[in-house]
């Protein structure tokens, strides 16, 4: 079954015991009208939400085989409606759509399902109502999957409505590979070093982020799905994806759905991954302030992160920190991880960090 394929479910209690409740559901018919799946990784949940819908409508309870399932993972089914984001925000035109679209009686048999990515990301009048429609669902075919990487600011009353998922994924390494982790850990390392140890003024903090976002980019861009970010790019990608589908008895109107739908799941990904480049810069300097705190408390090599970086941090702060400065660029960085998927000011993020711990050696030498 289909469920039982999804590779990358890291092999957790959690994980069993939410594939068992969905099986279950699926084979005694008892359906719920919404489930909220919560996860690190919101191309993952729409891939495991595309095989919870297929399984849903398939006679066989997701073979993978027939055409309701095939069409169903490629996000075709006439009985499928997936809405995501436009810009940063799932707007109450975008929701006004979705109730349209889910009161229509379709012609084949089975659930009507919509899929709603990054549902954190609703405004508060989508999102008042939405949670009208939670309440009373156009029929009882109608189900929605709601999809969100942070549940912490979405509607209480939403969440309380659904059947809530929460899933763990396997991390990979085929990810870290294309974002060069020891490239990219080196350039940061050697950056700190010298913002504070060399150099006094604020153009090498400035010229330091730039330098890390631009590897990140670069990094990406060697993938040959995943760097497509340019639309001339994007669109001679999709064009031979469909060049295949042509000959599936795919309508045109599919198509035309399927290649909108592939476009914005291209430039998803590529986000989703320069964001993930953006969190080990933040995990690199994390590890740097929490060393340059352990130095100047009196703690000896064995007790840092880094080793190799002790006698550095005896020469530049043995002798005084100001502790709340650096306190407060660990609350910067846990903010501006939360704001990673809303921000498009990354390069702001890190300017205003690297110049901070610039700062931090301004009483410490």
Known sequence: MLLEKTGFLADTKRNKSNLRVLADSIKSGRISHAYLFYGSDIEMLNELSLAFAASINCESGGCGSCRVCRNTLKGLHENLYIVEPEGNALTVEMISEIQRSMSFVVNSEGFKISIIKETHLMKEDAASRFLKTLEDPPDDRSIFILLTDDLAVMLPTIVSRCMLFEWDFNESEIIKARLNYDELNKLVDEGIKNLIGYCHNSTFALDLSVKILDFIKESLSRDDV?????????????????????????????????AESYKKKLKRITARFYNLGINIVFDIITAWLEDILATAGGCMREALNRSDNYDFLVQHFASSLENQKVFDLF??????????????????ALDSLFLKIQSLKSKAV
Do not use: C, P
Request: glycine share 4%; aromatic share 6%.
């Open 226 to 258: 995943m760097g497509k970010t340019q639309d001339d790019d994007i669109d001679a990608f999709i064009a031979g994806q469909i060049k295949k589908l042509k000959n599936t008895k795919i309508s045109t109107a599919e198509l035309k759905k399927y």
């Open 331 to 348: 609350d910067s960085i846990e903010k501006n991880r939360r704001q990673l998927n809303s921000s498009i000011y990354q390069e702001l």
